[in-house]
């Protein structure tokens, strides 16, 4: 049996590719080495990985065993600078024309910060609709999820591209349960319970018939 | 009459910056005068990998112009935003692409370049 923090990951990644509307993407793996350009734009990106899991030891040895799981949604935003190239590499364009071009840049910090934040808002959104207390499982898997931080790091403004990345925090709790690697089918009951209400005399109990 | 070392290292740019062997096509345009400047100069291409503290590894290619400043009629100051644009690589007749300049430039005021490094510019 899988480890439930396995799904309730798989779940996350789920819910957020559905949920994103091609505002961003979603990844379930740290990437390597990929490029300022790869993350600009839409392509912003937010990577979902398992980071921590703590386990109550004041628990059953024989299980369930309480599970507080911590998911690391890390975001990465890439921006360049925003100027009318259509009036400056046009040759017939006039100094004074060019001159406005400049001057209405948008900076590449600036993009990036508020791309971010952007950013951030729809993902916290998204995870803390209450529709999606579950996060897309079924009712009960998982219970108590939480952002518990939000946390921007300094931009990169070095390079063709503002790089700037971050992270929020997610934390919930399911309980997991061990069957080992060739599990042991429990045995079966098989009866009728009859609840059994006498108005005459205000007893009520409950008549067994087990087979 | 010979002229001083620090005078005959800024004439050496012509050849060391400006050459055929080391000099590429550049073109500025001011945003104070909206002219624009054809100059030859060199362009380093580097890549930068960044590993912030969330552990991410990301590739930014770090394009920097050097200019020789006695080539340019009109010379940027801090502060302004050039557009400049360079070849997309160091071969011949490579297209050029658009980049402007947003982060502090360098100023070679001991041998007389300037360093520009370079923001992509997209279209707005």
Redesign the interface.
Known sequence: MTMKFRTVKSSLVNLLEAEAAGRFRTFAS?T?????AD?SGTNRTVRVFYSNGDFDKNRSVRGPYGHDLTF?L?F?V?E???????V??DPNA??????SA????????DLADDSWDEFADIIFQIIMDARNIDLGLADYTVSSRWVTNIQK??I????????L???MVLTAHVEEIVSGETPVAGDKIVGTVTIKDDPNTNNTGVENDLS | MVANLRKRAEQDLAVTLEGPDWGMPIELVSPTTGQEYSVNGQVIYKTLETDPTTGVRILVEKPVVTVRLSSLSEKPNPGETWLVRIPRAPEADEPKDNYVTEIAHEHGRSIGFIRLPLTKAGQS
């Open positions: 740290q390597q080495g990929k490029s300022a993350f690391d890390e990465i890439a360049n600078a925003l100027v009318d190239l259509t400056l590499n006039t100094p004074a024309q060019k001159m400049l001057a209405a840049k948008a900076n590449a910090s790091n300094d990169e403004p070095v390079g063709e591209y503002v790089v990345t971050g992270k």
